[in-house]
């Protein structure tokens, strides 16, 4: 999943206009017993398989409840709307769906809800983002082929046996399917969706603890609890109203004046003096986040065996620690491998498999980047979005490193685009001419989300257009095996092409980091460094 942004207009001015509500402070933004958060527009309208960022994937974690939840404190998968996923062979899973659950319009949760919303999700002609998470399944090359046109309208692999009980046949074993489902883009889907799509999209029904009461792009979404929900983690409070910011300092000084109550992402510039300003109140936590920077593979300058020796030369030329300790202040680590470390060794983190490559050696930078031929195109800018404060600080203090290192204070610029949705659209557009942040947030705690979305061949966020066959083959090797610990080092393997040909650079690991008033209580983050909305008390 991409990186967060972060977004800002006057606070008092969108609550009055939008809740009628006074400006006295955080608690009149939305009413007795709801909450105001800092949020971002998302990059698409919110149907599930069609949200693969942070913004989009807030309000579907609030909105929707699939077969699977991830634990907010362990990020192990457990059963949610699943009554048992069984197989006999790690290929066929028979999926029974808990009775009882409803949609917010009351229509009754079935096994249809999620087999036409997985079809749906994966049609080629629905041009749905995540689509390719569909992939697995037996059918997904004639709903959704490379190329030329749709010839089927349904995956053949996916078969309704009963009104709570579907089949899911997949085109190999895949030992880890059943841990994905707790990914939004399972999600089921009402009647509503298909039959007025375009009235669901401008109010989107649910299954989960809230109801999307309002929406208006550039300004606020207005969630209120729904009190028929039926499942076990029911919403704590009376509603969240997610204020859009551009600006994450203007939204950290709003907590502090108490017109906000939550900032999901504290400022680099404000680290220095969280912990005073906000007295106990301010969350710094482990999150499956890691930043890289990504390279334009599809730009041929960038596609050869000298380009592969500039971008290990460029790796060593960052001073991470640095970078790390200075500008972010304990809130990132420096990067060691492409995954995280809450995966544990067990789940495949490998910590130091980067080696030398992601030390900082200077001399080691200018003779791999003199030996690869030197930076395509004779100057490095690294694109990012500029509606933070902190990227421009990171990307200023990765080239300074670059151009210290290599002794040329012209090797390396930022090159910013001014928002998140018009950063995504030109990397969606394949308009890179060199490297551009890539955050990753996990979708799911395996090792393989951390792999396969971003370097397999043709992933859905292989933004890079990275390919390599060898990556291919391991990966489609640890997929079918059986055994998890074999499968995570067929996977750890995997990652070792990922090295070998630094695919990515990688930079650090990300704390998930919040900041919120006195109004709140019991509030914490997920392990995809999320705000737990729902368990959060107001007053």
């Known amino acids: 999943m991409r990186g967060p942004t972060r977004v800002r207009r006057a606070a008092c001015a969108i609550a009055a206009a939008l809740m009628m509500a006074g400006c006295s402070g955080g608690g009149g933004f939305g009413g007795a017993g709801v909450l105001t958060s800092s949020w971002g527009d998302p990059q698409n309208p919110l149907e599930p398989a069609n949200t693969n960022e942070v913004q989009g994937g807030k309000v579907l974690d609030m909105v929707f409840r699939g077969l699977k939840k991830y634990d907010p404190r362990t990020g192990r998968a457990v059963n949610m709307l699943a009554e048992r996923i069984s197989t006999p062979d790690s290929r066929t899973f028979t999926v029974t769906v808990k009775d009882g659950w409803r949609f917010s319009d009351g229509e009754p949760v079935t096994a249809r809800s999620f087999v036409d919303a997985w079809n749906y999700g994966a049609s080629l002609r629905n041009n749905q983002k995540n689509a390719y998470f569909f992939g697995y399944i037996d059918g997904y090359d004639k709903v959704h082929p490379d190329s030329g046109r749709q010839r089927a309208d349904t995956l053949s692999g996916l078969r309704v046996t009963g009104p709570r009980t579907f089949t899911v046949r997949l085109n190999q074993k895949f030992a880890g399917f059943p841990d994905t489902l707790g990914y939004a883009a399972y999600a089921p889907l009402p009647r509503a969706f298909f039959t007025d799509h375009a009235g669901w999209l401008r109010k989107p029904i649910g299954n989960g603890p809230y109801r999307i009461a309002s929406y208006t792009k550039g300004s606020a979404m207005t969630l209120k609890k729904w009190n028929g929900y039926p499942g076990p983690d029911p919403a704590r409070n009376e509603g969240v109203t997610l204020l859009v910011y551009t600006d994450s300092n203007t939204a950290y000084t709003d907590v502090l004046a108490g017109n906000l109550?939550?900032?999901?992402?504290?400022?680099?510039?404000?680290?220095?003096?969280?912990?005073?300003?906000?007295?106990?109140?301010?969350?710094?936590?482990?999150?499956?986040?890691?930043?890289?920077l990504a390279f334009p593979y599809y730009d041929p300058k960038w596609n050869t065996a000298g380009a592969r020796k500039v971008r290990t030369g460029l790796s060593m030329a960052i001073n991470r620690a640095q970078i790390t300790e200075t500008i972010f202040r304990r809130t990132r680590t420096p990067a060691t491998d492409w995954t995280s470390p809450v995966l544990g060794t067990a789940g495949g983190f490998q910590d130091g498999l980067?080696?030398?490559?992601?030390d900082?050696?200077?001399?080691?930078?200018?003779?791999?980047?003199?030996?690869?031929?030197?930076?395509?195109?004779?100057?490095?800018?690294?694109?990012?979005?500029?509606?933070?404060?902190?990227?421009?600080?990171?990307?200023?203090?990765?080239?300074?490193?670059?151009n210290n290192a290599l002794g040329d204070d012209k090797a390396c610029v930022g090159n910013p685009v001014g928002t998140f949705a018009d950063f995504r659209n030109q990397i969606g557009q394949h308009r890179m001419s060199g490297p551009f942040r890539a955050g990753w947030q996990m979708d799911y705690p395996l090792i393989q989300n951390f792999l396969q979305p971003l370097y397999?061949?043709?992933?859905?966020?292989?933004?890079?257009?990275?390919?390599?066959?060898?990556?291919?083959?391991?990966?489609?090797?640890?997929?079918?095996?059986?055994?998890?610990?074999?499968?995570?080092?067929?996977?750890?393997?995997?990652?070792?092409?990922?090295?070998?040909?630094?695919?990515?650079?990688?930079?650090?690991?990300?704390?998930?980091?919040?900041?919120?008033?006195?109004?709140?209580s019991h509030v914490t983050l997920n392990p995809f460094s999320v705000p737990v909305y729902n368990e959060i008390k107001v007053g």
């Open 261 to 292: 109550d939550l900032v999901d992402d504290v400022p680099a510039t404000q680290l220095k003096n969280v912990r005073t300003d906000l007295d106990g109140r301010y969350i710094n936590t482990p999150a499956g986040i890691l930043q890289t």
């Open 354 to 358: 980067c080696g030398h490559a992601c």
């Open 360 to 402: 900082y050696d200077p001399a080691g930078a200018r003779r791999l980047v003199r030996e690869g031929g030197g930076i395509p195109g004779g100057r490095l800018k690294i694109t990012y979005n500029a509606d933070t404060g902190s990227h421009k600080q990171w990307v200023d203090a990765v080239c300074n490193s670059i």
């Open 456 to 520: 397999y061949t043709d992933a859905s966020s292989n933004d890079g257009k990275w390919s390599n066959p060898q990556f291919d083959r391991l990966v489609d090797r640890a997929n079918a095996e059986t055994d998890r610990a074999a499968s995570v080092r067929l996977f750890q393997e995997a990652e070792k092409v990922v090295r070998d040909n630094m695919a990515a650079i990688p930079l650090w690991y990300q704390n998930g980091s919040a900041g919120y008033t006195a109004r709140l």
